[in-house]
């Protein structure tokens, strides 16, 4: 697995760790987040995965902080990735920012 951080903003969910795995149902993602969450007013409450040109594939909603579990992980199935597709990026979301400008690359290949 490659993945390559793009540019950031300022307080972001970082994406520490992406593991990606095929199955008949289609993919699925372990996304590892670390972001200094306060509590219900600023916290990490989302991942999402998208293609290349920003087409988003599947989101995963985070629905509370996690302020005393950093870094934590949460999982997305039954993702369906079309065949021709080899590397996705995933963005990460918290309620104060909004969707970040950091992606994380995915080779889906490996």
Not at 40 to 56: M, P, S
């Amino acid at each position: 697995m490659v993945f390559a951080a793009q540019t950031a903003l300022a307080d972001p969910a970082q994406i520490t760790d992406v593991k990606a795995t095929q199955s008949d149902v289609g993919w699925r993602f372990d996304v590892t987040l670390e972001h200094p969450d306060t509590g219900w007013d600023h916290y990490a409450d989302g991942w999402r995965i998208e293609t290349e040109n920003g087409q988003v594939l599947g989101t995963r909603i985070l629905a509370h902080p996690h302020v005393n579990e950093q870094p934590f992980t949460r999982s997305l199935s039954r993702v369906w990735i079309p065949p021709e597709i080899t590397t996705i990026y995933v963005r990460s979301k918290c309620n104060q920012d909004g969707w970040g400008e950091d992606t994380v690359a995915v080779s889906l290949n490996e």
